[in-house]
C-alpha cells in the first residue's frame, strides 16, 4: 500500500523539477551569451562593470530572429551562435596576447608563435604539463563553440515564444541603448552601458588584415632602400680594423630593468659597480635607448631590426627580409673581411634563418657542448656561453678579426632559476654551475611579487656575468656592445611600459668612444632619464656610417629622423 503513494510522489518530484531545470538552462544560456558579448579582451578590463551594459549586437541578433521565418530562423541562430562562440575565442587569446605582447592577436601573422607557447610550456612546466594544457585548449574551443551554438538556439526559441514581450522588450532597449550612446552615460570611466565592443573588436581585426596587405607593399620599398647596398668592403667599417666586436643581446632587458624602483636600485648598483670596476680595468663606456619593435618576447624581430636597419615588428617582415639580399650589420663585418660568428644557445633544432644572416661560424645549444643542468628556461647559463665562445674561437685566432653575435638568455621568462657566477677557470663542461642554481622551479604559483623578484635576479646575473667576462677576457682589441632585445612581458612591467631598452659600448681604446661623441650617449653603463632615445632600426646605418672612412663629425640625428626623444 505504501508504494503507491511514495511512487506519485517520485513523479511529481521530477514534474517540478523540470521547469526548474529549464529555467536554470535558460539562465546559463543568457549568462554565457551575455557575457560573450560584453567580456572584454583585455584581463586589465576583466571586471564586474563590463558586464552591466547593453550589447547593440545582441540587440540587433534578437530583432532579426524575431522577424525571420521559422526555416531561416534556426539557420541564423546557429550561424549566430557559432560565430559568438569564435568571437570568445579570438577575445580570449586577445587577452593572452596582450599578457605576453602588450597587443592583440595578429589572425594574419601570429599562427606560428603557438608553436612557440607549446615549446615554452613544454621547457617551463614539462611535457605532460604542456600536452595537458593543449588537450585543455582544445577542449575550451570546442566547448564555446558548441555551448554558445546550443545557448542561442535555446534563446531563440524563449523569445519566439514570447514574441510580443520580447518586441517591446528590443524597443526599449533600444531606445536605451542611443540616449546611453548620445550622452555618454557610463557605469564606471572608461566603460559605457552602450556597448558595441564586439563590432569594434572584429573591425579592428578585420582593419589589421586589410594593414598586413598595404604593409607587406610598403615593406617591400623599403627593402629595395639601402644606402650600403654596394658600398665596396675597404670603406666598412674603417675605424674598428683589427677589433674584436662583439654584439651581445641581453634577453629582456628592458629600460623597467634600470627605471622601476623596484629594479632600479638592485640593478643600478650592479652596472655602478660594474662601471667602476671597468674603469679600473681601463675600459671606457657610453649607453642611451633604443626602442625595440616587440614586447615580451618576439626576440628574432628585434634581432633582425638592429642587424637590418629596418624596422621587422611583425612575423611577415620578418619573412620578407629572410628571403631578401638586404645587408645586415653581420653581413657588413663579413664584407669587410671580418670573420663572423653566432652563438645561440636557445638554437635546439636546425636553424633555416642561418642561411640569411651568413654567419662563417655558428655555434647553438647542439655544439656548444654543454653537459651541465638544465637552469633556467633555455638551460645553458649566459657565463657558460661565453666561456664556451671564448675557448671555441681562441682556437681560431690566427684568423681574420672577429664579430660576433652572442644571444644571452638566462633572463629569460619565466625566470625560474637564477645562475650564480663562478671562478672562470672552474666552468668547465658546465657542471660547476650545479651547486650555485638558486630559484623557484614553480612557475605556475609564484605571484607577481616573486615573478619580479626572479626577473630582476636573472638580469642581475647577466650584467654581472657580462662585466665580470670583460674583466676577465677583455683587451685592447674588444669592442663590446651589448643591449636589451626587449621589455619584458607586462606581468613585470605593467600594462603601456615603453618599448625602449638599454644599450651599451664598451671599449677599452678610447678613439672607439671618441668616433662615438657626436652620438651624445652617456657615460657609463647605465643609460639615465635622459639619455638619448632611437628607434632600434636606426642603429645600423648609424653605426655603419660613424665607423666608416672619416668624414665631417656627424649631428645626432633628429627625432623626425629616428625617433630620438630624451625620455619615455
Known amino acids: 500500500m505504501s508504494d503507491g503513494p511514495a511512487a506519485g510522489d517520485s513523479a511529481g518530484d521530477r514534474r517540478a523539477v523540470r521547469p526548474v531545470g529549464a529555467w536554470m538552462t535558460t539562465a546559463l544560456a543568457c549568462v554565457l551569451v551575455l557575457s560573450a558579448l560584453s567580456a572584454p579582451n583585455r584581463f586589465s578590463r576583466l571586471t564586474p562593470a563590463e558586464f552591466v551594459q547593453i550589447p ?95 545557448s542561442v538556439l535555446r534563446l531563440t526559441r524563449l523569445v519566439v515564444r514570447h514574441n510580443t514581450v520580447t518586441t517591446r522588450a528590443i524597443a526599449a532597449l533600444g531606445v536605451a541603448w542611443i540616449a546611453c550612446a548620445a550622452f555618454g552615460v557610463r557605469v564606471v570611466p572608461d566603460v559605457p552601458v552602450a556597448d558595441g565592443s564586439a563590432i569594434a573588436l572584429v573591425h579592428d581585426h578585420a582593419r589589421q588584415l586589410r594593414a598586413g596587405r598595404q604593409d607587406r607593399k610598403t615593406f617591400k620599398a623599403e627593402l629595395a632602400a639601402d644606402q650600403f647596398r654596394n658600398t ?97 650589420l653581420n653581413g657588413a663585418f663579413r664584407r669587410a673581411n671580418w670573420q663572423t660568428v653566432g652563438v645561440m644557445p636557445a638554437v635546439t633544432r636546425a636553424w633555416p634563418e642561418g642561411a640569411f644572416y651568413g654567419y662563417d661560424r655558428f655555434y647553438d645549444a647542439r655544439n656548444l657542448g654543454y653537459a651541465g643542468p638544465k637552469i633556467g628556461y633555455i638551460g645553458i647559463p649566459d657565463q657558460y656561453t661565453l666561456s664556451a665562445f671564448d675557448r671555441l674561437e681562441q682556437a681560431k685566432s690566427g684568423r ?21 657566477l663562478v671562478d672562470w677557470a672552474d666552468i668547465g663542461d658546465g657542471s660547476a654551475v650545479t651547486a650555485a642554481a638558486t630559484g623557484d622551479p614553480d612557475v605556475v604559483r609564484r605571484d607577481t611579487t616573486r615573478v619580479r623578484a626572479d626577473y630582476r635576479r636573472t638580469i642581475e646575473y647577466a650584467l654581472n656575468t657580462l662585466i665580470s667576462y670583460v674583466e676577465t677576457y677583455g683587451n685592447d682589441e674588444l669592442v663590446l656592445v651589448f643591449l636589451g632585445d626587449h621589455q619584458p612581458a607586462p606581468i613585470v612591467t605593467g600594462a603601456g611600459a615603453s618599448r625602449d631598452v638599454p644599450i651599451t659600448i664598451v671599449a677599452r681604446d678610447h678613439t672607439v668612444l671618441e668616433r662615438i661623441s657626436g652620438w651624445g650617449w652617456q657615460d657609463g653603463l647605465k643609460p639615465g632619464a635622459q639619455a638619448p632615445v632611437w628607434r632600434m632600426d636606426t642603429f645600423r646605418d648609424r653605426f655603419l656610417t660613424t665607423f666608416g672612412p672619416d668624414l665631417p663629425a656627424p649631428r645626432p640625428p633628429s627625432s623626425a629622423q629616428t625617433g630620438v626623444r630624451s625620455s619615455d
Open 56 to 150: 547593440l549586437e545582441g540587440l540587433l541578433a534578437v530583432a532579426l530572429v524575431v522577424v525571420l521565418p521559422a526555416k531561416a530562423r534556426r539557420m541564423v541562430a546557429a550561424v549566430v551562435g557559432l560565430t559568438l562562440g569564435l568571437l570568445t575565442i579570438l577575445k580570449i587569446v586577445d587577452m593572452g596576447f596582450f599578457a605576453v605582447f602588450d597587443r592583440p592577436f595578429d589572425p594574419s601573422l601570429d599562427w606560428s608563435l603557438f608553436d612557440d607557447a607549446v615549446g615554452f610550456l613544454t621547457d617551463s612546466v614539462g611535457r605532460v604539463a604542456a600536452v595537458g594544457s593543449v588537450v585543455a585548449a582544445a577542449v575550451l574551443v570546442a566547448g564555446l563553440l558548441i555551448f554558445t551554438t546550443l
Open 400 to 420: 681574420a678579426p672577429l664579430m660576433a653575435e652572442i644571444v644571452l638568455v638566462s633572463s629569460h621568462s619565466p625566470w625560474a632559476a637564477v645562475p650564480r
Open 232 to 328: 665596396p668592403g675597404e670603406d666598412l667599417l674603417t675605424s674598428l680594423r683589427g677589433k674584436k666586436v662583439i654584439l651581445a643581446f641581453v634577453e629582456s632587458y628592458g629600460r623597467d630593468a634600470v627605471e622601476d624602483p623596484e629594479f632600479a636600485p638592485q640593478v643600478g648598483a650592479v652596472l655602478d659597480a660594474g662601471n667602476r670596476r671597468l674603469r679600473a680595468a681601463g675600459f671606457a663606456s657610453r649607453s642611451a635607448f633604443l626602442t625595440s619593435p616587440t614586447t615580451g618576447g618576439g626576440s628574432w624581430l628585434a634581432h633582425a631590426t638592429l642587424l637590418s636597419g629596418l624596422w621587422i615588428d611583425n612575423e611577415q617582415r620578418h619573412r620578407d627580409l629572410l628571403a631578401s639580399d638586404r645587408l645586415t
